[in-house]
DNA sequence: TTAAACTTTCAGTAATTATTGAAAGTTTGT
DNA sequence: ACAAACTTTCAATAATTACTGAAAGTTTAA
């Protein structure tokens, strides 16, 4: 396989996987070309580059900001302005998780908290919807605070003697 | 918030929580419903309660017994089917986070291994090219085996000290 | 074997989401 | 103050994805 077909490959491949898990595919691509570029990119060569529009490519690098994995870096001598992306898979792993965390599990846990906190009126039924509604709730809560503890951890040796203690 | 209210709010917001996660609306739906019922439920009893039509109904349950989190239950004295799902939210979390490894993450590893492993030509766009999709390949394979490790414990005290442990 | 009761399939349609491109907006240099 | 260089916005449109409903298929009981 060679450089070009490598490159198609993944950007492509992590465009469609964007899509599963919540951002969509330009902005997915955007940050994989970003992530193997050796040097910042303008908006003109991500256009051209990935074939995507002048207003869609502006969209997308905004959203990217707004979730801190992409910054505008200024290169001098150019008016215009260049962009790059996170280059540690640590950090960005914190740092979408920590951004998902705030958009995604937040909102779902104050859903579960007020359902899960209605009155008890005997019933079957509501016994049965505050108890499931209970448990979700407590599932996340565990499951969120391991996921930040685990990826606010820079260095990867406390990953790895986790893995180990749990074989 | 009476019962009905706080039904709608819970099956509504595991809906769209669910399109959010790679799976549609309607089988999120679906899944809540049952989650939350107190018995198995017909085909006709889940299209009135959630408005969806029967071929709608018939598609996602289809899909949600290949993820295997509902199954039909026999019900003595009806013809038709009935169906529930999984109602440990542990177990409901270890044969998700399975199959989503099974459907998403192995695809992705592979096009990682496959992109890392291309032949180093020396320049720098290939050299960064293969350093970040290794980088992404084992973040990847690492959050994999700890995702597998960590909810094949059917107990839920490991969770609780891992989380201890890191605190 | 027939028909009633039920489930599945799928072509057509609706709803949602992403993308374009051109006009409006902004910044910078002279 | 002007205009060139650049970015953003957003209404229109395209692409994708989900949903319907009726016909076809299947199972069961008599």
Redesign the pocket.
């Given at each position: 396989m060679e450089y070009l077909e490598a490159k198609d490959k993944f950007i492509s491949t992590w465009g469609s996987l964007g899509?599963l898990w919540g951002?969509?595919?330009?902005?997915a691509q955007i940050q994989a070309l970003l992530f193997i570029s050796t040097k910042p990119l303008?908006?003109?060569d991500i256009m051209e580059d990935l074939?995507?529009?002048?207003?869609?490519?502006?969209?997308?690098?905004?959203q990217l900001m707004d979730w801190g994995i992409v910054t505008k870096v200024l290169v001098s001598g150019?008016?215009?302005?260049f962009f790059t992306t996170e280059k540690d898979v640590q950090e960005l792993t914190r740092i979408i998780a920590k951004e998902r965390s705030r958009r995604e599990i937040q909102p779902v846990l104050k859903v579960l908290d007020d359902v899960s906190s209605i009155k008890d009126d005997g019933t079957d039924k509501t016994k049965e919807l505050i108890k499931q509604t209970k448990a979700l709730h407590d599932l996340t809560i565990n499951a969120d605070a391991m996921l930040n503890k685990l990826v606010t951890q820079k260095q990867n040796w406390l990953t790895k003697s986790i893995i180990k203690l749990l074989k």
């Amino acid at each position: 396989m060679e450089y070009l077909e490598a490159k198609d490959k993944f950007i492509s491949t992590w465009g469609s996987l964007g899509s599963l898990w919540g951002i969509n595919k330009a902005m997915a691509q955007i940050q994989a070309l970003l992530f193997i570029s050796t040097k910042p990119l303008s908006m003109e060569d991500i256009m051209e580059d990935l074939k995507i529009s002048r207003g869609n490519t502006s969209m997308n690098l905004r959203q990217l900001m707004d979730w801190g994995i992409v910054t505008k870096v200024l290169v001098s001598g150019e008016r215009k302005e260049f962009f790059t992306t996170e280059k540690d898979v640590q950090e960005l792993t914190r740092i979408i998780a920590k951004e998902r965390s705030r958009r995604e599990i937040q909102p779902v846990l104050k859903v579960l908290d007020d359902v899960s906190s209605i009155k008890d009126d005997g019933t079957d039924k509501t016994k049965e919807l505050i108890k499931q509604t209970k448990a979700l709730h407590d599932l996340t809560i565990n499951a969120d605070a391991m996921l930040n503890k685990l990826v606010t951890q820079k260095q990867n040796w406390l990953t790895k003697s986790i893995i180990k203690l749990l074989k």
